[in-house]
C-alpha cells in the first residue's frame, strides 16, 4: 500500500484541508513559502467536497453564495492566485417563502416583492416603502466590503484609527437595527408593520437583520450560483493551483500532535494509514475544529483553562439533517426553479422551526440541476431536502461514541434516517411537489453524525460559532493563539461562517505569517487587500510566483455519461 512522502520541514504546515486550508496552502505557494496541507479524508474540499451517487453529483452544503461575483471578496483573493477558478453567475430567482397562507418570491430584483406586497397590503404602504429603503442602505455599505477584510492583527498603529472609521462608516446601517434580536424581533418588524402576515414570512428570522440582509445581498445583485460541476470545483481548483505552484496536499492524514518547543509551534505529527510522520515548519495554520486542537492536538498547557471554557460554552450554528434525492425527470417538471425554496408552519413558535424536529422545522428545498445541467444526465434531476439538526437530536442519532469520539452506526441509525426522510418527503408532497415520492430514483440521508464524520467539526456544526453578543464578548473567534507562530484559520477565526469568511481568514493568516517573514511581500498583498491598488499593480510585481492558468475542469459523471452516448451513436 502506497504512503505519503512529506518533506522533513515545510515554512508552514496547514491543518485541514477544506476551503480555508486550501486557499491559505494557494496563497503560500504564490508568496514562495514553502507548504503542505494535511486532510484526514480521502479529497478536498470539506463541506465544498460534494459526493457524487451513479450519475448524480450533489453538493454537500452549499445552497447560495455571495461575495463570488466579479468584484466579490472571494473574487477578489482568488485573483491573486490566478484568473482561471471556476466562476459563478448571478443568481436571478434567490428565494422563495411557501407556506399554507402565502407564495412569496425574492428576486434581484426585490422592488418587484415590494410591489407585490403595497399591492396586497395597502395599509403597510409606509412602513413596507421603509423596509425596502433600509435594506437597500445596508446593500450599499456591503459595497466597500470587499476593501475592509483585513484583521486588525496585521496592521500597524497608525492604520487602526483609519480603519476604525471605516469600519464604523461601513456599520452605520446596521445600528438602529442591532438591538432588535430573540425577544425583541417582533418589536423591531413592528416598526415596519404590524400586519401578522408580514411578520410570518419571517418566521425563522431571529433577528431584523436577518430579515433585511438578503434583500440588502439582494438589491446589489450579491446572489451567485455554484460554478458548473458544484462547490466541488472550488477546491479542485485551489488543489491544482497549489501543486502547481509547489506546495504538497496529503490525504488520509490525521494531525495527532502539534509540536510545541517554548511555547512556539514547531510543527506537527500525523497518522497515515497506520504510520506515524513528524513534519516541522516555523508556523502551523490550523484551518480545522478549534476545540479539538486546543484540547487534543496541544500540550495541556499550552491554552489557559478560561479560553477553552469559552470555546466549549460558545453558541454554534446547528448541524443539518439533508435528503439527496435524484429523480426520475428534470426538477423544472415538478415546478421547482433555481431559488431555494423554505416550507414552513409560521403558526410553529420560532425555537421550534429550528430545533430539528422533522415534523415541525422549516425545511428547505433546492434543485440544484435547475442551475447546473451537468449534476445530472439530461433526463434526471436532483432535489435537495434539509433541515437544521444538532448532534444530541434522538440520542445522538441512535449511536454510541467511543474514547476517540467516533461514532458507531448501526440499525437505530439507518431507522432514524429512513424515517425522517419519509417525513420530510411528505411534507414536501403536501406543501409543494404533488407525488415526488413517485419520481425518486435515489435517496441518501446525512445527519449531524455525517458531518462530524468528514469535517471533523464539533458536532457537525455547518459554521461553528454564531455571531451575537456572547461570542462577541467572549472573543471566541481569533486569528491568534496562545502559542507563538500557531494561527486559526477557517470559520473557527473568524465569526459568520460560509465560503467569504473561510476564504477572508486564509488571506488573513497569509498576511499574519509574511508580516513576519517577508515585508515586501506582505506590503503588495495588504495594498491590494486595502484598494490601495489593483489587480494589474498587483500582478506586474516579481515578488509573486508565476502561475500558468492551466487549470481544465473535470466533467462530471453525468457529463462523461452523455459523452459516451454520443461516441455511441455516431459509431453504429
Not at 453558541?315 to 415538478?334: F, K, N, Q, R, W
Not at 404533488?434 to 456544526?461: E, M
Request: glycine share 8%; net charge neutral.
Amino acid at each position: 500500500m502506497r504512503g505519503i512522502e512529506p518533506k522533513q520541514h515545510y515554512d508552514v504546515v496547514i491543518i485541514g484541508g477544506g476551503v480555508s486550508g486550501l486557499t491559505s496552502a494557494a496563497l503560500f505557494s504564490k508568496a514562495g513559502i514553502s507548504c503542505c496541507v494535511i486532510e484526514m479524508d480521502n479529497r478536498p474540499g470539506g463541506y465544498l467536497a460534494g459526493f457524487r451517487r451513479h450519475d448524480f453529483r450533489f453538493d454537500s452544503a452549499i445552497h447560495w453564495l455571495n461575495n463570488c461575483g466579479p468584484n466579490g471578496l472571494v473574487t477578489k483573493i482568488f485573483k491573486i492566485i490566478g484568473d482561471d477558478s471556476p466562476k459563478c453567475e448571478d443568481q436571478k430567482n434567490i428565494r422563495r417563502f411557501v407556506s399554507d397562507e402565502f407564495d412569496y418570491l425574492v428576486t434581484n430584483n426585490p422592488d418587484e416583492l415590494k410591489e407585490q406586497w403595497l399591492k396586497e397590503f395597502p395599509h403597510e404602504k409606509k412602513g413596507i416603502i421603509r423596509f425596502f429603503r433600509d435594506a437597500k442602505r445596508i446593500g450599499k455599505s456591503f459595497d466597500s466590503y470587499a476593501n475592509l477584510s483585513r484583521t486588525m492583527n496585521s496592521m500597524s498603529w497608525y492604520e487602526y484609527p483609519i480603519h476604525g472609521l471605516k469600519m464604523l462608516r461601513f456599520a452605520l446601517p446596521f445600528i438602529p437595527h442591532i438591538r432588535f434580536t430573540g425577544e425583541k424581533m417582533k418589536k423591531g418588524l413592528s416598526r415596519y408593520f404590524t400586519d401578522e402576515k408580514l411578520h410570518r414570512v419571517f418566521c425563522s428570522e431571529p433577528d431584523v437583520l436577518s430579515c433585511l440582509i438578503p434583500i440588502s445581498w439582494a438589491y446589489i445583485k450579491d446572489f451567485q450560483l455554484p460554478p458548473e460541476g458544484g462547490s466541488q470545483s472550488f477546491p479542485e481548483w485551489l488543489t491544482h493551483t497549489i501543486e502547481t505552484m509547489g506546495g504538497e496536499i496529503f490525504f488520509k492524514s490525521k494531525v495527532t500532535e502539534v509540536i510545541v518547543q517554548d511555547n512556539v509551534a514547531k510543527g506537527v505529527r500525523l497518522e497515515h494509514r497506520g504510520t506515524t510522520h513528524t513534519i516541522s515548519s516555523k508556523y502551523v495554520v490550523a484551518a480545522c475544529d478549534a476545540e479539538t486542537l486546543f484540547e487534543k492536538m496541544l500540550p495541556k498547557e499550552s491554552i489557559p483553562a478560561k479560553m477553552k471554557d469559552g470555546l466549549k460554552g460558545a453558541p454554534l450554528y446547528a448541524s443539518a439533517l439533508t435528503v439527496a434525492l435524484g429523480i426520475d425527470c428534470p426538477a423544472e417538471e415538478l415546478g421547482l426553479g433555481e431559488e431555494i425554496v423554505f416550507l414552513a408552519d409560521p403558526t410553529v413558535p420560532k425555537e421550534d422551526l429550528g430545533k430539528g424536529d422533522p415534523y415541525l422545522s422549516g425545511i428547505h428545498i433546492l434543485a440544484s440541476t435547475v442551475r447546473d445541467k451537468s449534476l445530472s444526465l439530461p433526463e434526471h434531476g436532483t432535489i435537495t431536502l434539509f433541515i437544521p439538526a444538532w448532534m444530541d437530536n434522538n440520542d445522538y442519532w441512535g449511536c454510541v461514541a467511543d474514547e476517540n469520539g467516533t461514532y458507531s452506526r448501526g440499525d437505530e441509525y439507518q431507522k432514524l434516517k429512513d424515517k425522517y426522510a419519509d417525513i420530510l418527503i411528505d411534507r414536501v408532497e403536501k406543501g409543494l411537489v404533488p407525488n415526488l415520492r413517485k419520481h425518486i430514483l435515489y435517496c441518501d440521508v446525512a445527519t449531524p453524525i455525517t458531518h462530524y464524520r468528514y469535517t471533523g467539526n464539533k458536532n457537525g456544526t455547518m459554521m461553528a460559532q454564531k455571531p451575537g453578543k456572547e461570542n462577541y464578548q467572549g472573543k471566541v473567534a481569533s486569528y491568534i493563539t496562545p502559542v507563538k507562530n500557531l494561527y486559526l484559520s477557517g470559520h473557527w477565526a473568524d465569526l459568520g461562517g460560509g465560503i467569504p469568511i473561510a476564504i477572508k481568514s486564509s488571506i488573513n493568516t497569509t498576511l499574519l505569517v509574511l508580516q513576519k517573514e517577508d515585508k515586501k511581500r506582505f506590503k503588495l498583498l495588504a495594498n491590494y487587500m486595502d484598494g490601495k491598488i489593483g489587480v494589474a499593480e498587483l500582478r506586474a510585481s516579481d515578488l509573486l510566483i508565476p502561475y500558468d492558468n492551466s487549470w481544465v475542469k473535470d466533467p462530471t459523471p453525468a457529463q462523461k455519461k452523455v459523452k459516451r452516448r454520443e461516441e455511441s451513436a455516431t459509431t453504429e
